[in-house]
């Protein structure tokens, strides 16, 4: 198993900058790659970013490319991956879900392991 925790949301203005976090424990050496996933209210789960854990390969949803940066460290005692987002737009907001997976490629959008999610709010 693997346990997933996300930290780093907040309330930020149109144009600004957040850095999430997902801390990843247990298992860690089973993952292949990790996400990050958003969801807004009355509005489906939706893929944003995929990172190969291994190699570092990255891969976004057009919404967020050249605003977004998914990046994995796990050259410490514990594992984690980010989510740098610049240039928040309105519909930025949601609720932001780190997610985990034991194999297929960055493009494939079910993975295995789940965070609680943190908010992301972006007022304009």
């Known amino acids: 198993q693997v346990q997933l925790v996300e930290s780093g949301g907040g309330l930020v203005q149109t144009g600004g900058s957040l850095r999430l976090s997902c801390a990843a424990s247990g298992l860690t050496f089973t993952i292949s790659r990790m996400g990050w996933f958003r969801q807004a209210p009355g509005k489906e789960r939706e893929f944003v970013a995929a990172?190969?854990?291994?190699?570092?390969?990255?891969?976004?949803v057009d919404s967020v490319k050249g605003r977004f940066t998914i990046s994995r460290d796990n050259a410490k005692n514990s594992v984690y991956a980010y989510l740098q987002m610049n240039s928040l737009r309105a519909e930025d907001t949601a609720m932001y879900f780190c997610a985990a997976a034991r194999g297929g490629p960055i493009e494939q959008r079910n993975y295995d392991y789940w965070g609680q999610g943190t908010q992301v709010t972006v007022s304009s």
């Open positions: 990172i190969a854990w291994t190699s570092g390969t990255t891969f976004y």
